[in-house]
């Protein structure tokens, strides 16, 4: 394999975290792999002060990392896969999905909700996280906050905000799970957390049939059946980042298939639906309860 196989991924600390782990789980496998990063800047990195759903929706994160892929710069695209578009653009495969990491999303800033001081500010720029948590507490307030990791957790500190949400799986994977007194919140109770949050995802041209046969080596199965009927619910109601809406699909212990969803509407009253059964009716399932 004298080739390099060259990964395109944003430049942020967390998306060079995936980059580096995608590629260290590549030479596993393949020892004698050449692998070379590719950072890129994205749309969603350049401009840190407009709100994510101001910025024409859900893909301002990866649009740049596909075009590096499509363009022949890079051979493989790394994602968060909340992230991307339900859509993979034309000419492009979603190849493989790493195995999920915690799913959950996480208060910073207080122990639980019910902590959180009387008309406490939270910053997140998610109408999904500000929607459920309305629902808990109607009394909190809420602010945009951008900004990578590391950026938000010290607006917390500093006091700018009172609290604020982040995913449990993007706090592990930089060490800062313990520094952050990161409060997992309950999917079904609490805050359902974005379809594909804590998942990476690998896509790659479709004609590049060299980077799908590695890719494939590294699809989790069970992590693709539950990331793929979630953007399925989430393309059914063609939604992207603006819409407040959450999605989980899980296999219990038992081997079952569940799912859970909330959408919040106009008056910010939320629908929950919850299911289980076959992974191939799941979606449809769930669709028929939300429109």
């Given at each position: 394999m004298s080739a390099a196989?060259?990964?395109?991924?944003?430049?942020?600390?967390?998306?060079?975290?995936?980059a580096?782990?995608t590629?260290?789980?590549?030479?596993?496998r393949?020892p004698g792999?050449?692998i070379?990063?590719?950072?890129v800047?994205?749309t969603?990195d350049?401009?840190?002060?407009?709100p994510?759903y101001?910025?024409?929706?859900?893909?301002?994160?990866a649009?740049?990392?596909?075009?590096?892929?499509?363009?022949g710069?890079?051979?493989?695209?790394v994602?968060?896969?909340?992230?991307?578009?339900?859509?993979?653009?034309?000419?492009?495969?979603?190849?493989?999905?790493?195995p999920?990491?915690?799913?959950?999303?996480?208060?910073?800033?207080?122990t639980?909700?019910?902590?959180?001081?009387p008309?406490?500010?939270i910053?997140t720029?998610?109408?999904?996280?500000?929607a459920?948590?309305?629902?808990?507490?109607?009394?909190?307030r809420?602010?945009?906050?951008?900004?990578n990791?590391?950026?938000?957790?010290?607006?917390?500190?500093?006091g700018?905000?009172?609290?604020?949400?982040?995913?449990m799986?993007g706090?592990?994977?930089?060490g800062l799970?313990r520094?952050?007194?990161a409060a997992?919140?309950?999917p079904?109770?609490?805050c359902?957390?974005?379809?594909g949050?804590?998942a990476?995802?690998?896509d790659?041209?479709?004609t590049?049939l060299?980077?799908?046969?590695?890719?494939?080596?590294?699809?989790?199965?069970?992590?693709?059946?539950?990331?793929?009927?979630?953007?399925?619910?989430?393309?059914g109601?063609?939604?992207g980042?603006s819409?407040?809406?959450?999605?989980?699909v899980?296999?219990?212990?038992?081997?079952?298939?569940?799912?859970i969803?909330?959408l919040a509407?106009?008056?910010?009253?939320?629908r929950?639906v919850?299911?289980h059964?076959?992974?191939?009716?799941?979606?449809?399932?769930?669709?028929?309860?939300l429109?």
């Amino acid at each position: 394999m004298s080739a390099a196989l060259r990964l395109a991924t944003r430049a942020s600390p967390l998306a060079m975290w995936q980059a580096r782990h995608t590629a260290a789980r590549l030479r596993s496998r393949f020892p004698g792999l050449s692998i070379v990063l590719v950072p890129v800047i994205s749309t969603g990195d350049r401009d840190r002060s407009t709100p994510l759903y101001g910025m024409g929706g859900i893909g301002v994160f990866a649009k740049e990392v596909h075009e590096a892929v499509l363009s022949g710069q890079a051979d493989v695209g790394v994602h968060s896969c909340k992230d991307l578009p339900t859509a993979t653009p034309d000419g492009l495969t979603l190849a493989a999905l790493l195995p999920r990491a915690d799913a959950r999303d996480a208060l910073i800033g207080a122990t639980t909700v019910a902590a959180l001081p009387p008309q406490a500010l939270i910053g997140t720029s998610s109408p999904r996280r500000q929607a459920q948590l309305a629902a808990l507490r109607p009394d909190l307030r809420f602010a945009p906050i951008r900004g990578n990791v590391a950026t938000r957790l010290r607006k917390v500190a500093d006091g700018e905000f009172t609290a604020t949400l982040m995913a449990m799986a993007g706090l592990h994977r930089l060490g800062l799970l313990r520094a952050s007194s990161a409060a997992p919140l309950d999917p079904r109770l609490e805050c359902t957390p974005s379809p594909g949050q804590g998942a990476v995802a690998l896509d790659c041209r479709i004609t590049d049939l060299r980077a799908q046969r590695l890719l494939a080596t590294l699809n989790h199965a069970p992590t693709a059946t539950a990331i793929t009927i979630e953007r399925q619910v989430l393309a059914g109601l063609r939604g992207g980042c603006s819409l407040p809406f959450g999605c989980h699909v899980h296999r219990d212990a038992d081997g079952h298939w569940q799912l859970i969803a909330r959408l919040a509407d106009a008056q910010n009253e939320l629908r929950t639906v919850v299911l289980h059964g076959n992974s191939a009716s799941l979606a449809a399932r769930a669709l028929a309860q939300l429109r």
